[in-house]
């Protein structure tokens, strides 16, 4: 297989794409190799024309690692295996959904910056997106590289804290935080059991690379030992400094695109469509992470 590797990215080594290999073969060792390489070291890979189904994705993402549960809230009982968070706008009975349905509005979350299963003890390696439905215009996905804003940050003045103060601080991320933000309060109390804050450190190193990481995003709520207020700002802070135009990759969808991404480098959100207009049918696999970033502490 000839495997073509091209950066189509705003920095020389944020966002791939490659061509020539089929993922509907089974991949040789090198093959896999080459393409992990490319997502570790690109942080977003596209593949174009991948018309893969839900067996061949699942099939190809284990290669990554173990593949985590989609959380599956706001859904109606389908056949779908649960390696698959499915991401659609279409109903169980073929019909778009309304704009101000459950899932519809359980997916707006997925349109605030957010890097996947931060609010997950052990967050999300790799999330891998098929392009099954896509709409003609809009519904693309923008990608943020936190380890450029990283290395870029140069402290905040107007908080009066510096890069340096940054390492061993710890952030509680929560998803009912962050879906409260855009959403308000969307979840049973037998959801909110199920997903209990957790704690992620503020400056990621990548395993693989080494590279230090903003590890901020819409879950992260508060600085642990800090006024809450204090925390916040900071964050924002860093969301906001992370998501300038220079650190982003804006993908536009074309049918069976598979886009890999690394959740250790990258911010992404969705961005909106005329949704009750255009069908957008996504399926999702996500490699589990290699262990937590912090400990825990029992609530
Ligand atoms: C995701 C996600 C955004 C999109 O699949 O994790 O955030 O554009 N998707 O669908
Ligand atoms: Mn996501």
């Known amino acids: 297989m000839s495997l073509e590797i091209k950066n189509i990215g705003p920095l020389p080594d944020f966002a791939a794409e490659i ?14 190799g080459a393409i992990e390489r490319a997502v570790f070291e690109n942080g977003v890979v596209v593949l174009p024309n991948q018309d893969i189904d ?29 390696e698959i968070s499915q991401l659609s706008n279409v109903g169980d ?36 997106l098929s392009g099954r439905e896509v709409p ?29 103060d940054l390492e061993g601080l710890v952030c509680e991320h929560s998803i009912i935080y962050s879906r409260s933000t855009i959403v308000g309060d969307i ?16 400056v990621r190193e990548h395993s693989a690379t080494g590279r230090k990481v903003l ?23 860093l969301n906001d400094w992370v998501v300038q135009d220079k650190y982003v990759f804006r993908h536009t969808w074309r049918q ?14 969705g961005q909106t469509w005329a949704e009750e207009e255009h069908r957008r049918v996504m399926h999702r696999t996500t490699v589990a992470g290699d262990g937590p970033t912090t400990a825990q502490v029992a609530a």
């Open 19 to 32: 061509t020539g290999v089929d993922l509907r073969q089974d991949l040789d060792d090198e093959t896999f």
């Open 54 to 82: 839900d067996d061949q994705q699942i099939a190809f993402s284990e290669r990554f690692g173990a593949l985590e549960y989609s959380l599956r809230f706001h859904r109606h009982g389908d056949p779908i295996r649960p």
């Open 93 to 128: 009975d073929g019909l778009i959904l309304k704009a101000d349905s459950e899932t519809m509005t359980y997916h707006r979350g997925n349109q605030l910056w957010h890097t996947d299963s931060s609010f997950k003890a052990v967050p999300a390696k790799c999330s891998i």
């Open 136 to 164: 003609p215009v809009a519904g693309g996905t923008e990608f943020a590289d936190v380890r450029a804003a990283y290395d870029d940050w140069p402290g905040s003045e107007t908080l009066g804290i510096s890069k340096a």
């Open 187 to 202: 979840f049973t109390d037998e959801q909110k059991n199920a997903v209990p804050a957790v704690r992620q450190v503020l």
């Open 215 to 237: 590890y901020v995003g819409s879950h992260c709520s508060y600085v642990i030992g800090w006024p809450t207020e204090k925390g916040r700002a900071l964050i924002k802070e």
């Open 256 to 269: 069976h695109d598979l886009v890999i991404w690394d959740n250790r480098i990258v911010l992404h959100r």
